[in-house]
């Protein structure tokens, strides 16, 4: 399979961290961020063991792949912030912040060859649980995953990923537009088609948003309340919401 390269158009795949001195309010919080992604482990293995589930593989996902979002382009998860109020923290001082969250790629998984959402926008990677053979290309170029440090990169490029070890990897992930001083309204109505799309897609996930305490634009709220007043008109859906409710308190807001 041929991919795009960064050379084709003139960009470049991988930018260097210092050129973004805002990470390091990232970097400051190693240590509390380690923590944090450690405790998300463990309530991935307790999901597990007590409720007899494996993590659910998601399209274009050779493996296991989970995200914890903190923040999704004006989504956020009340429960999120409180399970992960470290990561929370970091949200407000990052310029032209657009996505936060925890990413956990399972062992020997395999995500693969996608773009990512939008223009004008890069992706920061900081390594916080980082097995040997974590590899990540984007256009020709492959470069490891590695605790403290970051890969920063153009997204709307071919990449992929892989976690050739036999233990789980995470990372804390974010979006932000690149330059910074892009028209504010742009930039809002760009973070705006984002919520609607992912609203609009995810109906299954509504009950889950909601258990978690999602906040975000009133109309958008209404869609997903929508789904859980139909879903609590029977007992048996009364009673899923109160499993998905007490789920939510438990492990968060956790896709994949």
Not at 75 to 91: H, K
Not at 135 to 146: H, K, N, Q, S
Not at 173 to 179: E, G, L, S, T
């Amino acid at each position: 399979m041929a991919f795009a390269t960064p050379e084709a158009d003139g960009r470049p795949g991988f930018y260097d961290p210092a050129d973004f001195p805002f990470l390091a309010v990232i970097a400051a919080r190693r240590d509390a961020l380690q923590q944090e992604a450690r405790a998300l482990l463990r309530r991935l293995a307790m999901r597990s063991f007590w409720q007899a589930e494996n993590p659910v593989s998601l399209p274009g996902v050779d493996g296991q792949w989970q995200q914890l979002h903190l923040d999704f382009c004006g989504l956020r998860f009340a429960v999120n912030d409180r399970l992960a109020p470290a990561a929370a923290a970091l949200i407000d001082e990052i310029p032209g912040m657009l996505t936060a969250a925890y990413y956990v790629l399972g062992p020997r998984s395999h995500i693969t060859p996608h773009r990512g959402i939008g223009p004008n926008v890069l992706r920061a990677h900081y390594g916080l649980i980082c097995p040997e053979d974590c590899r990540f290309r984007v256009g020709d170029e492959e470069r490891l995953w590695r605790d403290g440090e970051f890969l920063v990169f153009d997204d709307t490029l071919d990449h992929e990923a892989w976690n050739g070890s036999d233990h789980q990897r995470v990372i804390f992930h974010i979006d932000f537009f690149h330059p910074p001083e892009q028209d504010p309204a742009l930039m809002a109505a760009q973070a705006r088609v984002l919520r609607e799309t992912n609203i609009r897609k995810l109906i299954a996930h509504h009950a889950l948003m909601s258990a978690a305490g999602l906040r975000t634009d009133p109309d958008l709220m209404a869609q997903v309340e929508a789904t859980v007043a139909t879903l609590t008109a029977t007992p048996e859906g009364r009673a899923r919401l109160s499993q998905i409710q007490a789920y939510a308190r438990t492990h968060g807001y956790l896709r994949g």
